[in-house]
């Protein structure tokens, strides 16, 4: 497996990854009719305009195409936007070597916490970036494109723990 950064290229891939993923992980948390409908259509459409700034870190799990990817707006505080890996290479160590890559990126950028937020009914999310060394600070309810999500915030207060994780 490769990891590199993401490149313009890429977005539409990009958002057909997160698209399955979310179909696979969110069917307790969005409608199906978004999720077998708009779902595709609404990535597609925010990736084509999301705006990636130099300080910002998106990077590309690849083995024979895009199995995964990471998203860390450094805006100024890193937020964890997005880390998503292909449904039939999860449980892999795909996500902690995104994660840990991205900690790298953020540590040489002088940053040293990080959060995100994740889908309170992804707890499979959730045990991974616990096991990562996340803490779950707060829950607040989370709009996905028109949809209001129940979430869990995650912090990590030192992202060195993240830097050499390979779980």
């Known amino acids: 497996m490769k990891i590199?950064?993401?490149?313009?290229?890429?977005?539409?891939?990009?958002?057909?990854?997160?698209?399955?993923?979310?179909?696979?992980?969110?069917?307790?948390a969005l409608p199906e009719t978004y999720l077998t409908g708009q779902l595709a259509e609404d990535l597609e459409h925010h990736w084509h305009k999301v705006q990636i700034q130099p300080q910002d870190i998106v990077l590309i799990a690849e083995e024979k195409g895009i199995i995964g990817f990471i998203a860390v707006w450094c805006r100024p505080k890193p937020y964890?936007?997005?880390?998503?890996?292909?449904?039939?290479?999860?449980?892999?160590?795909?996500?902690?070597?995104?994660?840990?890559?991205?900690?790298?990126?953020?540590?040489?950028?002088?940053?040293?916490?990080?959060?995100?937020?994740v889908v309170e009914s992804n707890q499979r999310a959730i045990q991974l970036y616990q096991r990562l060394g996340g803490v779950c600070t707060e829950q607040a309810l989370k709009n996905l494109f028109g949809h209001q999500v129940p979430?869990?915030?995650?912090?990590?207060?030192?992202?060195?723990?993240?830097?050499?994780?390979?779980i």
């Open 4 to 28: 590199r950064n993401a490149k313009k290229t890429d977005l539409h891939h990009i958002a057909a990854l997160q698209t399955e993923s979310w179909r696979d992980s969110y069917t307790e």
């Open 80 to 117: 964890i936007d997005n880390l998503h890996v292909k449904p039939s290479k999860r449980s892999k160590g795909v996500g902690s070597k995104l994660m840990a890559s991205a900690a790298r990126q953020m540590v040489q950028q002088g940053h040293q916490t990080a959060y995100l937020w």
């Open 151 to 166: 979430s869990v915030k995650i912090v990590w207060s030192d992202i060195s723990v993240l830097c050499s994780n390979t």
